[in-house]
């Protein structure tokens, strides 16, 4: 008698709709018994079907969801565990588990990225099987950095593997990194603090050695990277989110921000009221031109962007950083202004044939 109950507290269990979803009990009873192989679900009634509810509802807390404002009630399996061994996903579940494998991937620690497999291929195959709006999502929605034309820097798996575990478990990591502008690699040992993607370069946030200095050591400079025993050192005060915002990925070219002053065409200025330089930013009328004021870093990054606007922007302070724009942009003028010189073609000589034999030199 108890193994009849088992089993048909196990069939109600794997009946269950995946939440969202939900049932009502004479729906759920309906589709038992319309399913049924064993005795003990076809002799099965409402009040016996509430009662395997409730009793389930004990046994797996949470995981069975039951509605009992809803009359009649309703009931749902929201444990993200399948009943036959597998995993049952919603769809909103499986779109979002699609959309981390695409777009973060590869900086999920290895001892996550083992178990979060499965997942991963059963949020596929929900996907494949749906004919809704979320099913064809993962194909129409893509994320583009600005960066310039061509192909970022290639970085190791093994590399980008073996940080985000160090930084994942909070543990020391020796690496033989390059430094820009250096042929060799030189040993670091180095005290991860966090990882960020910029621009199509990934980089690992840390300080090194004994040194309290926060550095940025570019994933693709690393020739070899080894996770130690060893805790890393992390800073209290630390905030990634802080150092971010602070500017440290502006390449700043000075220690104090400046007033930035920009004199911009009426119908071009949407564009920074869009997307303001500052929280600060002022803009002004100006007759047919717009005056924008901010107060920014004067990092490379912002005088990358200057020199990208050309004509449409026109800086009218500072004045030192209106000189080195002018200066800048004359010299990058000054090869345009000389004549274009044809490339220099040698003439071919004639291919000696039986009918006109090669001429020879006189000895």
Request: hydrophobic share 40%; net charge positive.
């Amino acid at each position: 008698m108890q193994g009849q109950t088992l089993e048909r507290q196990w069939r109600v269990l794997r009946a269950l709709p995946a939440h969202p979803k939900s049932t009502t009990i004479p729906d759920l009873l309906q589709y038992l018994q319309a399913t049924a192989t064993t005795g003990s679900i076809k002799g099965l009634t409402v009040r016996t079907l509430e009662r395997d509810i409730q009793t389930l509802e004990t046994a797996f807390g949470s995981a069975i969801a039951v509605n009992r404002a809803a009359k009649p009630y309703r009931v749902s399996w929201q444990g993200l565990a399948r009943l036959d061994g597998g995993i049952r996903l919603t769809d909103a579940q499986a779109l979002a588990l699609v959309l981390l494998q695409m777009h973060m991937g590869d900086i999920v620690p290895a001892s996550l990225h083992k178990g979060l497999q499965p997942f991963f291929t059963e949020a596929r195959s929900r996907l494949a099987q749906g004919a809704g709006a979320l099913a064809h999502w993962p194909d129409r929605v893509r994320v583009l950095e600005r960066r310039r034309p061509g192909y970022g820097p290639q970085v190791a798996s093994a590399i980008v593997r073996v940080v985000c575990e160090a930084l994942f478990q909070n543990r020391m990591l020796t690496a033989h990194y390059r430094r820009m502008g250096e042929d060799e690699a030189a040993e670091y040992r180095l005290h991860p603090l966090g990882l960020v993607r910029a621009q199509g370069v990934y980089y690992l946030i840390a300080t090194a050695w004994d040194y309290p200095d926060v550095r940025h050591y570019a994933l693709h400079r690393m020739t070899r990277a080894v996770m130690e025993a060893r805790t890393a050192r992390r800073p209290p005060d630390f905030d990634l989110d802080a150092h971010v915002a602070s500017g440290a990925f502006h390449i700043p070219l000075k220690a104090t921000p400046l007033t930035l002053v920009l004199r911009v065409p009426a119908e071009n200025v949407r564009y920074l009221q869009e997307a303001p330089l500052a929280a600060d930013q002022a803009i002004t009328e100006d007759g047919d031109f717009c005056i924008a004021r901010a107060r920014v870093t004067d990092s490379l990054d912002l005088r990358t962007w200057l020199l990208s606007q050309g004509a449409e922007i026109e800086v009218v302070k500072p004045v030192a950083l209106r000189r080195w724009m002018v200066e800048t942009l004359s010299r990058a003028l000054r090869p345009y202004q000389k004549p274009v010189l044809a490339p220099r073609t040698e003439k071919r000589r004639p291919r000696a044939t039986a009918r006109h034999p090669a001429k020879r030199r006189p000895q």
